[in-house]
């Protein structure tokens, strides 16, 4: 893999991490925090998100590393550029499900960027973790408005 292309999936890998943290710990405070009619509902959903969430901050993270790049991890580097909003602890249980949906269109710009860089760098083993990740998030959006109804 030529060098530069290199250096480019692993900086879009890195925003990607950034991202998928910051809509980690939003998955945290709205399982804690959810409240209302559908508390068990959402309850129970939002764990299951947040854990699987959890699942793909490690994975990207290890392919930074395999890719000789460095994680980018740090509350600094999370702050300054992350493009998923920080929410806060408290909000409506609707809003909750708003903003994860809103989160997973993030990332899955993030992924469209990502896998374009690692195609053009010929990155078989980028290409291959990733191109799920949309899937996956895409039917998560599906089943999140279909609770909503909209």
Known sequence: METLQHNRVVEKLNQLLINYQVHYQNLRLFHWNVKGPFFFILHEK????????ALKIDEVAERVLALNGI??????NILANANIESHAEI???????????????????????LLKEANEAGDEGTLDIFTSYIQELQKQNWMLKSFLNN
Request: aromatic share 6%; no cysteine; hydrophobic share 45%.
């Open 91 to 113: 909000m409506e249980a609707n809003a909750m499900v708003e903003a994860i949906i809103d989160a997973n269109k993030v990332l899955v710009n993030n992924l469209e960027d």
């Open 71 to 76: 994680p980018k991890g740090s509350l600094k």
């Open 46 to 53: 939002f764990e299951e998100l947040y854990n699987e969430a």
